[in-house]
């Protein structure tokens, strides 16, 4: 057991318009299995980065274990598997890989097919064994579940909860729950770390918040009232002051020692009121500061004039003379939220696709509603260039809209002044759910809309499908979005 020291870190962009990390400081031990949480563009990938001794900062980072990226940037995809896990880590026990892929399900055979033959569940898998192999080491793992399928995820988790002494980014909550024994938080003013798993985090938190709103909304009221009874304290000391020098209508002598006597004590009162209703605003302004804004969406779907939009009846894709998925049938009806699941290459995607319009060859019969106005958001951002006001023009959208959607989805305004192509992968993807909400359609069509996206983020667009009698197909490898979400499940 060693400890990873983080003392005053700060921390800014080269010409950005403010510090990432301000001052931070917290202790890390690494024997943890940490999980690492916070909302879009807040620096988790920064902190790794850091962490690794990427970039210049001030403050300190102290830690006796080196550390090790996960995902490995493979130079020569072409090479043999063998070879890369070589290149990662020349000293590796032969029997000890083995061991490790045999505990992730992976075949050793894989070891002599080229690197980029496996599928990305594979190369995960080969990846995560290679950097555990390594002594002494401590592994930051960036988003590892990214375009894995369900089954993939559970398994990953299982292997990593067999593990220790790593900082794990993701916004799965079933797959942090799994595998984490302590949540690193970014929050709006700080960061904090917790024992427990991401489930256990998030209800203490929704705990704090509510007191939180429920102690804002007392001082609230008593700095009302503190305020009222000190400008009537005030105002009822200056008119008993007056009276010191008598009525001029009234022949009686006044007591000035009394008078004097009796105002000052009213003064100490207003004083005293005074101290206490500055004290109230104090205790107020500590609270509220790590709440996150979660306003919430909405999505207007237009209405369609049948109850079924489509069609897909013993329905076959091939590239080429292959059959990527064979047999497909079912139909998507007003209000239903099909989620479509299978392993990766199982022809998730290419479904979608033929349902949006695309040129895809298939056999079967394919049936799509007269006029039917669709939505597409694609896994795809890496094309997204340009300022958001550019983007809203070209794609005929309400920028005002589209804008305060971003704003409800934790976009701060300083992001609408940059390109988009320097945008984070999960405020990317943001951009593009932000649109799809902004069109006029009948049908959502969403391919692993959640890939890069906050937790927080994930729950309000939860709220708004459930809220809205939406109808829409998706991937999604989310388990726990996809068990609140779908009305169906189509397994390929």
């Not at 399928?149 to 292997?159: A, F, G």
């Not at 993701?170 to 302590?182: E, G, I, K, T, Y």
């Not at 079967?364 to 550019?390: A, C, E, H, N, P």
């Not at 390109?419 to 391919?447: M, N, P, R, T």
Request: aromatic share 10%; charged share 25%; with cysteine.
């Amino acid at each position: 057991m060693s400890l990873i020291q983080v003392k005053h870190l700060t921390f800014a962009y080269d010409g950005s318009y403010d510090n990432i990390f301000d001052d931070v400081s917290f202790n890390i031990d690494t024997d943890w299995k940490l999980g690492f949480t916070g909302r879009n563009g807040r620096g988790k990938t920064t902190l790794l980065n850091l962490l690794m001794g990427k970039y210049e900062y001030q403050g300190t980072i102290s830690a006796q274990a080196q550390f090790e990226y996960f995902p490995y940037s493979v130079q020569n995809k072409e090479w043999n598997t063998l070879d890369v896990v070589e290149e990662i880590y020349p000293d590796y026990v032969h029997w000890e890989l083995i061991r490790e892929l045999s505990l992730l399900q992976v075949s050793d055979t894989v070891l002599y097919r080229p690197f980029d033959s496996l599928s990305q569940g594979e190369q995960t898998k080969v990846m995560l064994a290679a950097l555990f192999l390594r002594e002494n080491q401590f592994l930051l793992i960036d988003e590892p579940t990214n375009h894995l399928d369900m089954e993939v995820r559970e398994l990953v988790s299982q292997y990593l909860n067999t593990k220790s002494g790593f900082i794990l980014v993701s916004h799965d909550r079933a797959f942090l729950d799994n595998c984490v024994d302590h949540i690193l938080s970014i929050n709006k003013t700080n960061m904090d770390i917790q024992q427990g798993n991401f489930s256990e985090w998030w209800e203490r938190k929704e705990r704090q918040d509510h007191y939180e709103l429920a102690e804002n909304e007392k001082l609230k009221k008593d700095i009302k009232r503190l305020a009222g009874a000190a400008e009537r304290t005030s105002g009822w000391s200056n008119e008993v002051e007056k009276t010191k020098n008598g009525s001029h209508n009234s022949g009686s002598k006044v007591d000035k020692g009394y008078v004097g006597h009796k105002a000052a004590k009213m003064m100490k009162r207003s004083k005293n009121l005074e101290h206490r209703q500055q004290a109230a605003i104090e205790e107020k302004s500590l609270l509220l500061k790590n709440i996150e804004s979660s306003d919430s969406l909405k999505l207007s779907q237009l209405p369609y004039h049948k109850s079924q939009l489509a069609e897909l009846d013993h329905v076959s894709i091939y590239y080429g003379d292959k059959a990527v998925c064979s047999d497909i049938s079912f139909t998507i009806e007003k209000g239903d939220r099909i989620a479509l699941s299978g392993k990766n290459g199982s022809g998730k995607s290419s479904l979608l696709k033929l349902i949006i319009g695309d040129n895809i060859k298939y056999s079967g019969t394919f049936r799509k509603g007269t006029q039917l106005r669709v939505s597409y958001v694609s896994q795809d951002t890496s094309y997204l260039q340009g300022t958001l006001t550019d983007y809203a023009r070209e794609h005929g959208i309400d920028e005002s809209l589209f804008k305060a959607i971003l704003r409800k989805l934790d976009f701060s305004r300083i992001q609408f002044e940059k390109d988009i192509s320097f945008y984070s992968g999960g405020q990317k993807k943001k951009v593009l759910i932000a649109k799809s909400l902004c069109e006029d359609a009948h049908l959502h069509i969403w391919d692993e809309p959640l890939n890069f996206i906050d937790v927080i983020s994930r729950m309000q667009i939860e709220q708004l499908l459930m809220e809205y009698n939406s109808t829409m197909v998706f991937v999604e490898h989310d388990r726990e979005f996809c068990s609140r979400i779908a009305t169906k499940i189509v397994t390929l």
